[in-house]
């Protein structure tokens, strides 16, 4: 059996974000929904799944960051992040146990997302694939523009995915990835793309949600109050 079938998981939680775009008096993962930090929230999730979680945090907030995490079951790390979320990540690779065999990278920004999605990322790791993402159709019409804005053509949606976190990964695969690592990438599939590896994909969900504006953290609110119902 391949070390991905057997292997401990493991989750990487990039929180060193500002939140610029939700523009709050402190670190998007520290704000709270219905009481409980971003933070918290996307541990919990990932803690029903993975053993491990290491998370990045903004480098004068590690010991808030601990303190969010003590109520979460699982071996906890906390490293400072860096100044993109790719460097984060990268900080967070040098700290994980040598046992691991599975990477799942969360961000903290999408904090209600349902348990189902990380089960489906780990079965197809643990099934052999080696980078694995949840993805959602697209409903909207879209249309490239050129430089006045005027449309230039209608993209064919059907084959478009919007995607989400958690992603997962093999992690000998991830650790050469961000190795080779030569630009930034949006998300870390990108850097396995670049190595030709393929990436799989799984049904997302649109709990998964990122929270990115006040209007998205308003949605979140009222997704979490359909949730509890
Ligand atoms: N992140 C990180 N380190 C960075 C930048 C982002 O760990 N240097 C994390 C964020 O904390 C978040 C996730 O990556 O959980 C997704 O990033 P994003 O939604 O862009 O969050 P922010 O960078 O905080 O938001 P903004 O871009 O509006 O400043
Ligand atoms: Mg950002």
Request: hydrophobic share 50%; aromatic share 2%; glycine share 6%.
């Amino acid at each position: 059996m391949s070390a991905a079938a057997t292997g401990r998981v493991a989750a990487i939680i990039p929180a060193a974000g500002s939140g610029v775009r939700l523009g709050a008096d402190k670190p998007k993962a520290f704000l709270e929904l219905d009481g409980i930090s971003l933070l918290t929230r996307s541990a919990l999730a990932m803690s029903v799944v993975v053993d491990v979680i290491v998370v990045a945090a903004p480098s004068d907030a590690l010991d808030l960051a601990s303190e969010l995490l003590t109520v979460v079951d699982a071996e906890i790390h906390v490293v400072a992040g860096g100044a993109e979320r790719q460097n984060s990540i990268s900080n967070a690779l040098q700290v994980l146990p040598e046992d691991i065999s599975i990477v799942l990278v969360h961000d903290a920004a999408r904090p209600l997302v349902p348990v189902e999605v990380t089960n489906r990322v780990v079965e197809k790791l643990r099934a052999g694939a080696k980078a694995v993402i949840p993805v959602l159709p697209i409903a909207d019409t879209i249309k490239s523009v050129d430089a006045q804005e005027t449309v230039v053509q209608t993209i064919d949606r059907n084959q478009l995915r919007r995607v989400q976190t958690p992603q997962g990964f093999d992690r000998s695969a991830l650790v050469q990835a961000y190795a080779n690592a030569k630009v930034l990438a949006t998300d870390d599939a990108g850097l396995m793309e670049a190595m030709q590896i393929p990436v799989h994909t799984v049904a997302g969900d649109e709990l998964a949600m990122k929270i990115t504006t006040a209007h998205d953290l308003k949605i979140a609110t009222a997704l979490l109050g359909a949730t509890n119902d």
